[in-house]
């Protein structure tokens, strides 16, 4: 009865319809075990009938075979296209569960390939407890549950456009041999930018922002960007008439 069902328990032949044959349907049933193929018996008993021919022939039992469909291994889902912001507020999900109920508890350890993309937590986001590496564990009593891992975006003050990282899963630790060092498949994830990169002057009022006077009154003024450069930013600035007034200093350099 574990291995299969049987649409209908018995067949009834009359003399009207004994020409027609009759069908049984065997389903196979589904379980939770990495039990392999198998072997199971449709078992016929003998036949009840007031014709003597026929009463009490007992037909051959039928032999089937129920072709396992599990197999040890982890279920993630998604695995890939994940999006995350820097800004924060946009995060990803990935679950996580086992196909098999394992024989002994079973712990995967999780990491982010970048943790200046992207950190992990379990379950909702909670600012304070992101993690470069994580884990997450099943037993008999949880393993067909799924555990939610959560990606979060890092922000930084580089324009660096949308990058992908991935979150890694490493060899499973457990005792059973059928998950012991199973590895899964990684997650891939972008982390959208939220740096534009903009070039931007500030002027500092002192007292005036844009008057000096001839008897050596002074401004200034600040040359800034709006996020971090790979490579260093130089710059140069003059006056359009010296006689009028000068800059100092006439050069700069902006570093990472």
């Not at 939770?32 to 193929?37: A, I, L, R, T, W």
């Not at 994940?82 to 086992?98: F, K, P, R, Y």
């Not at 070039?199 to 800034?224: A, H, L, N, S, Y």
């Amino acid at each position: 009865a574990s291995e299969a069902s049987l649409e209908q328990d018995s067949v009834i032949f009359t003399p009207d319809n004994w020409f027609e044959a009759q069908f049984i349907t065997v389903e196979g049933k589904n379980d939770s075990e990495d039990d392999g193929n198998q072997i199971f018996n449709v078992i016929t008993s003998a036949t009840v009938s007031n014709d003597t021919s026929y009463n009490n022939i007992d037909p051959s039992d039928l032999e089937y075979n129920n072709i396992d469909n599990e197999g040890p291994g982890f279920v993630i889902k998604p695995v890939s296209n994940l999006q995350v912001s820097e800004n924060g507020t946009t995060t990803a999900e990935a679950t996580i569960q086992l196909r098999t109920h394992p024989s002994s508890p079973v712990t995967l350890l999780i990491a982010t390939a970048n943790d200046e993309e992207g950190k992990l937590s379990i379950g909702n986001y909670e600012e304070g407890k992101l993690s470069s590496i994580i884990s997450v564990s099943f037993n008999a009593s949880n393993w067909s549950e799924s555990q939610t891992v959560t990606i979060t975006g890092i922000d930084d003050q580089i324009k660096d456009g949308r990058k992908g990282f991935a979150i890694v899963t490493f060899p499973a630790i457990s005792e059973d041999p059928d998950y012991k060092d199973v590895n899964p498949v990684d997650i891939i994830v972008f982390n959208e930018d939220d740096d534009t990169g903009d070039t931007r002057i500030w002027w500092e009022r002192q007292p005036d922002p844009t008057e000096v006077t001839e008897r050596g009154g002074e401004d200034t003024f600040t040359f800034q960007v709006s996020s971090q450069p790979t490579h260093p930013i130089d710059f140069n600035v003059s006056s359009s008439d010296p006689t009028e007034g000068t800059v100092s200093p006439t050069s700069g350099t902006i570093w990472p």
